[in-house]
Structures are given as C-alpha cells and as structure tokens.
C-alpha cells in the first residue's frame, strides 16, 4: 500500500540535495513505516520481555519501535527508472514524555538508503540494479519477531534476474563484526563480506513455490589483525537455505532446510538470519536448522499461526561441543466483529548446550498470552491493530529470570499498537 504525498516532494528533493531529483518534475513520494508501541507493567515495576523470539512476541514486548521510509522515483522513461530510498529507525523504552539521545534514553538509525534502477537490463524488465543499503529479501517469521534468512547491509546486486521458470538473484553485501576484542585499539572491528546467490520462483506442482539461496561469508582482517591472530584468524562460511510453501485451505504452509558452517552455524540454534559470530572460536562449527510455518484459515473467522525451530550445532566455541534448540509458538484469532478479535498465543521452548568438560546448561520456559484486538478488518495480519493482554511468563529450567532473578515466573499487563503502511 502507497501513499502519494505528492505536496511534500519539492521538500524531500531539496532535503536529499541530489541533482538527480531536481532533474525531474515534482515526484510523488511513497511513504511506508513500521510502529510498535504501548504500555505495560508487571508484578515486578515495568513489563518484563523474556525469550521472545523462541516462545512468542505477543504480550511480550517492552520495547517503542518504529520505522519511517522515503522512497521516490526520481527518473522514468520508458521501460528505464531510477527509484531512490530511504529509512530511518527509531528504538526506546517508551518510559519518558520527550525520546531523545540524552542518556541513551532513544536510539535512531539509518536503515536503508539506496538506488534501484529498472529497465536497463535487455529483456527483462522486472530485473534490478542497485546499490547502497538496504533491507536485502528479508524473510520472517512474524509471531516470534524473527528474520531466519537476512542478510542487510550495505552492498550492491542485481536481483529478479529471469531465469527458467524463475529468477536469479545475485548480492555482495557487507555485514561487519564489532568489538572482536580488547587487543586492538581503534581497529577491532572484523570486516566481513558476504556473497548471497539466490533462486526464486520455482513452481514444482499447482499452489506450490520454492526458494533456495547460498551465503558465503568471507572475514577480511587488515595486516594488523592478522599480526594478531586468533579470533581474527575466523574462516570463511557457509549457509545453504531452501524452502517450499504450499497453498493450503486459502493459507499457506511453509518448510525450511538450512545448514551452516563456522560463525555461521550459531544462527541454527540462536533464532538468526545469518550474522557472522567473531566473539568465539567456531573454525569447527557446523549446524543445521528444520522450520516450519504456515497460516491457515480454519473459517472465516478463526485462525491459525504457527512456528516450529528445531536446531542443532556442534562446536559454536571452545567450551560448547554441541546446543540443541527446539522451538513451538502458536497464535489463534477468532473474529468477534469486522473489527474485533480474541487472540490467544501460546509457546514454548527448551535449549541445551553440552560443554566440552562434559557440563550442562539448560534453558527453557513457557508463556501464554490473552488478548483482545481491534484492527482494521478481519484479515490475520491486517494492521493497524490495538491490543489489550495479559500473559503469564514461566522460566521451567533456571528458575531466576524475573522480579530481579528472585523468580521463575511473572505476569504482564498492557496495551500496544502495531501498524504498517
């Protein structure tokens, strides 16, 4: 969905200062976001966030998010465009009347500014060019707040390239770790590199689709690092993604294959989407990933969310031979009105890593989430929405998360918008 706001684009071109816009006639400007926003408290002062990504994000965010995106087609003619974008983010705890950088009270961010050109590859008009930062065909997983494949950052590609029953996507992207220790001083930042190749579109029978991509991370330490050594010494890695959904009852069902290497491979049992992990020692780490989600309107007025993670990796550092991650988060709605709805989320989670002088660590815990909705329509995910909760939070194995670890377990009450546009 776009909005023109075509009286703000003399404004947004003199902002940009980029003689490209002033090239051509008064733009429209597309104006999207993201927001998520409320109030909450719980037995223990302010709402408690707990493991969010493994057992479920409703009524389980203490965080004020929001995005803002500019985005302008500052040249067409023909089949050829230039298309200019831009994002700003902002994040806080929502606890004071003015957000600001005072104290760290708020952060903001530069998210995405890039170009896209259109139309200047022969043939194939719907293919890519561009450059600069950008959200790179993020996939996520909505209930538990995560971005399984995701590789962002600044970078360069072409994508939608066709090719057969479907279409090539080919980006070299920089994704850097920092502060990779104490050693070197105003140089411990590990430049890293990734190549991600990608394939999309392929349909293997009626109501089905495919998508299979390979990132291959490439750590570029300067002379001085490599004087250093050891964790700067980190490998080249590699994480290998497929996936098939399936049209089903007017929803859909989605399975997900991964396997990683090196710093790579912590992603199969962390809930990532492929950052590179320059703390530990992972020359030996190799792990895999099964995922499965779909959304399925059981009627017209109740349905069905769901995640499944099951995980494993072995040798993530020098004290961890092998974690284990297994993941179960369910969200139900039933549509009262056109505009109200009950919603019931429930989840659960258990991880463990052996250590290699043959110790344990175990985690694990549960929540369960009311709440009452009212949205724009009746779609599963239509937003705007405002939500009413309450949830009970229940850490199973180490029994100490809330109330200033004196508790195992902890109540949440509150509000919270979310919107996108």
Same mark, same amino acid.
């Given at each position: ?17 980029s ?11 597309d ?9 909450g408290?719980?037995q ?6 707990w493991?969010?990504n493994?057992?479920g ?7 004020t ?6 985005g302008?087609e500052?040249?067409?003619k023909?089949?050829v465009?230039f298309?200019l974008d ?11 009347d003015s957000?600001t ?9 530069l998210?995405q ?6 139309g ?6 719907n293919?890519v060019i ?15 707040? !995560?971005?399984?494949w995701?590789i962002? =950052?600044?970078g360069?590609?072409v &994508? #939608?390239l066709?090719?057969?029953? %479907?279409? /090539?996507s080919?980006?070299w ?25 990608r ?5 293997p029978w009626t109501g089905?689709?495919?998508e299979f ?7 570029n330490? !300067?002379?001085?690092?490599?004087e250093? =050594?050891?964790?700067y010494d980190? &490998? #080249?890695?590699?994480?290998?993604t %497929?996936? /098939?959904s ?16 090196k ?6 049992v962390?809930?990532?989407g492929g950052?590179y992990?320059v ?6 780490a190799?792990g ?7 959304l399925?309107?059981i009627?017209?007025?109740?349905s069905?969310?769901h ?6 990796a ?5 004290? /961890? ?14 549509q009262f009105?056109q ?6 989320e ?6 463990k ?5 043959g110790s344990?660590y ?16 009746p ?9 009413v ?15 200033d ?17």
């Open positions: 969905m776009k909005t023109r706001l075509r009286t703000l684009s003399v404004a947004l071109a003199m902002a940009l200062s003689p490209v816009a002033f090239a051509v006639e008064t733009p429209g400007i104006f999207h976001g993201y927001l998520r926003s409320g109030v408290v719980s223990d002062g302010g709402l408690e966030e493991q969010k493994k057992i994000r409703l009524g389980n965010e203490s965080d998010y929001g995005e803002i995106e500019l302008s500052v040249y067409k023909n089949d465009s298309y831009t994002m700003v983010s902002m994040v806080s705890d929502g606890s004071n957000e950088t005072l104290g760290d009270d708020a952060e903001f961010g998210r500014l890039n170009l896209q050109i259109k200047l590859i022969p043939g194939d008009p293919a561009w450059g600069g930062k950008r959200y790179y065909q993020r996939h996520d997983l909505h209930i538990i707040d !995560t971005k399984y995701n962002s =950052g600044a360069a590609g &994508e #939608n066709s090719f057969g029953p %479907g279409a /090539i080919v980006a992207i920089r994704g850097d770790g920092n502060d990779v220790d104490y050693r070197v001083d105003n140089d411990n930042d590990l430049n890293i590199n990734y190549i991600d190749l394939y999309a579109g392929w349909k089905a689709w495919t991509g390979i990132d291959y991370a490439m750590p330490p !300067t002379n001085k690092q490599k250093y =050594g050891g964790l980190a &490998e #080249n890695g590699v994480m290998l %497929g996936e /098939i399936q049209d089903m009852l007017g929803g859909y069902n989605k399975m997900v294959l991964q396997y990683a290497t710093g790579l491979a912590q992603n199969m962390s809930q990532g950052w992990d703390w530990n020692d992972t020359r030996d190799t895999y990933r099964v995922i499965n989600t779909g399925i309107p009627t017209d007025k109740f069905l969310n995640v499944l993670t099951w995980g494993s072995n040798d993530l550092s020098d004290a /961890i031979d092998k974690s284990n991650l297994i993941s179960l988060v369910g969200r139900a709605q039933y009105t505009y109200v709805r009950g919603i019931g429930a989840g659960a989670f258990y991880q890593d052996d250590h290699k002088d344990h175990k985690q694990g815990g549960e929540k369960y989430t009311l709440a009452l909705g009212l949205a724009d329509g779609e599963f995910m239509s937003r705007p929405e405002l939500r909760y309450a949830s009970y939070l229940n850490d199973s194995e180490q029994g100490n998360s809330f109330k670890g004196t508790a195992s377990n902890t109540w949440n009450f509150g509000v919270q918008v979310e919107a996108w546009w």
